[in-house]
């Protein structure tokens, strides 16, 4: 019985692993990225649902951006 327990808890253990993507950005790439595509004044980076989201500059104008797990940006308003 708990040879059971222990294999299920492996397998969602590895499951759980697996939903992490392998490619996620930290802050600070996250952050040089935006800033190689154009954007400025980046801040109020948070994880969330969505991905990854920011604040930012782009030609003057103020952006919402949402990053998602392969690093897409998105422009939101």
């Known amino acids: 019985m708990q040879k059971a ?3 299920h808890l492996i397998l969602a ?4 692993a697996g939903a992490m993507p392998a ?3 930290t802050q600070d790439e ?13 801040g109020d980076v948070k994880s ?5 989201t920011a604040k ?8 919402r951006l949402v990053i998602d ?6 422009e939101q308003d």
């Open 23 to 25: 490619n996620a950005l």
């Open 30 to 42: 996250l952050v040089a990225k935006l800033q190689a595509a154009g954007y400025g004044n980046i």
């Open 5 to 7: 327990t222990l294999s």
């Open 56 to 63: 930012a500059m782009k030609n003057g104008k103020p952006v």
């Open 48 to 52: 969330t649902a969505e991905g990854m």
């Open 69 to 74: 797990s392969s690093g897409q940006v998105k």
């Open 13 to 16: 253990l590895a499951i759980a």
